[in-house]
């Protein structure tokens, strides 16, 4: 009771809401994706679970946003971030900025626009605005623009996956993938062995495929979806 108290005199029961479906919108999921993805009942932060039968507010619990923090990599800090009048598609606003590649999936598919470790390589792109602080110890990082339709209903022709060579990546996590052949596809990495690579499609009418790990030239992690 004395926790909410604090709670609630600074932030409103609207705004710690807004800041969770913010923070799932900034790392590419639904409210009830994220529940799921941070071991939660997909149920946990639908909007009929915000009120009570009567009316009265619910708020998310402290365990449930811990595990969401957790999961996202997001610090708590970054998490007030979302709740202050940000835009639910965009990073909040950071006084210094990096200028960032911008790298359309078709070129992307070419050779010679990355090194062997899925850094552009070259000059000449287009460039986006992303704060420094979401960058960590990584300035590499840059945007691939989405083209076609084949990751839709999630992401659609035109949105910017921010993605980072550097960052690590695990089962769960939404990723693009090169292959030799020179396709390039978004997905969510179901497993990861030594020989293989078994990517669950983001669109529900194309099937989970499975690629020899030497047929891949490289994987980058989606950070962050602007649409």
């Not at 994706?33 to 708020?59: E, V």
Request: glycine share 8%; proline share 7%; charged share 25%.
């Amino acid at each position: 009771m004395h926790s909410h108290a604090i709670v609630n005199a600074m932030i409103s029961h609207d705004d710690i809401w807004r800041g969770i479906d913010r923070l799932a919108t900034a790392h590419g999921y639904s409210p009830s994706g994220l529940a799921k993805k941070a071991g939660l009942d997909p149920t946990t932060f639908n909007k009929s679970k915000r009120h009570s039968p009567d009316g009265k507010p619910r708020w998310p619990s402290t365990e449930s946003l811990a595990k969401v923090l957790a999961v996202t990599g997001a610090t708590m800090s970054e998490f007030v971030a979302f709740i202050d009048g940000v835009a639910e598609s965009a990073p909040p606003p950071s006084s210094a900025m990096y200028r960032l590649p911008v790298i359309g999936f078709a070129q992307a598919g070419r050779a010679g626009y990355f090194d062997e470790d899925g850094y552009p390589s070259g000059q000449g792109w287009d460039e986006v605005d992303f704060p420094v602080r979401y960058t960590g110890k990584d300035s590499c990082i840059y945007a691939l623009e989405v083209s076609g339709d084949s990751m839709e209903p999630l992401y659609r022709a035109g949105d910017l996956l921010i993605v980072s060579p550097d960052a690590g990546v695990r089962r769960g996590d939404r990723v693009v993938v090169k292959t030799k052949g020179g396709e390039v596809m978004a997905k969510e990495l179901s497993r990861q062995t030594a020989s293989r690579l078994d990517l669950k499609s983001l669109n529900p009418a194309h099937e989970t495929i499975t690629l020899p790990a030497d047929k891949v030239v490289w994987m980058v992690r989606v950070l962050w979806v602007s649409q």
